[in-house]
């Protein structure tokens, strides 16, 4: 297990949903999926070559329709989503990556902020925060408060 507490959850949850498949298979499954998730925690700070194995699965992944054997319906769905470690953060939440089809159709912006972050060594300081005074989702235009 790690140190967070989200991964550790969700791997639990993998875990179980792999004991009615033989040993010997999920032992190559869970091989697998130690192999993709160290793809998916690389930190490459501007080498993009470094992201072509996790961008190739991404891909993979949501091209496949997925039988929904928890549900009664057994309705066949497809991914929205992959959800990750940080790799700057590695014990702290996970990353979402959606898909553009569903960040269009699915979400509505409600607030956005803008935050000044410098780096100090090897730490971040955020300063200067400036949240939005509105948000004109029509015309894509964002007026900002910068009394704030």
Do not use: G, K, P
């Given at each position: 297990m790690t140190s967070?507490?989200?991964?550790?959850?969700l791997t639990i949850s993998f875990i179980e949903l792999l004991k009615g498949i033989p040993i010997e298979e999920q032992k190559v499954i869970l091989l697998f999926h130690d192999f993709i998730s160290k793809q998916f925690q690389i930190e490459a700070k501007g080498h993009h070559s470094l992201y072509k194995i996790?961008?190739?699965?991404?891909?993979?992944?949501?091209?496949?329709?997925f039988h929904d054997y928890l549900s009664n319906d057994k309705k066949v769905k497809e991914c929205a989503g992959i959800m990750y470690r940080s790799s700057t953060w590695p014990t702290e939440g996970m990353n979402i990556a959606l898909k553009n089809k569903i960040v269009d159709t699915s979400l509505r912006l409600i607030e956005v902020?803008?935050?000044?972050?410098?780096?100090?060594g090897t730490f971040y300081n955020g300063s200067e925060t400036i949240t939005a005074k509105s948000i004109d989702i029509i015309n894509d235009i964002i007026t900002w408060n910068l009394d704030n």
């Open positions: 967070n507490e989200m991964l550790n959850t996790s961008c190739a699965y991404s891909n993979w992944i949501y091209d496949q329709e902020r803008r935050d000044n972050i410098i780096r100090n």
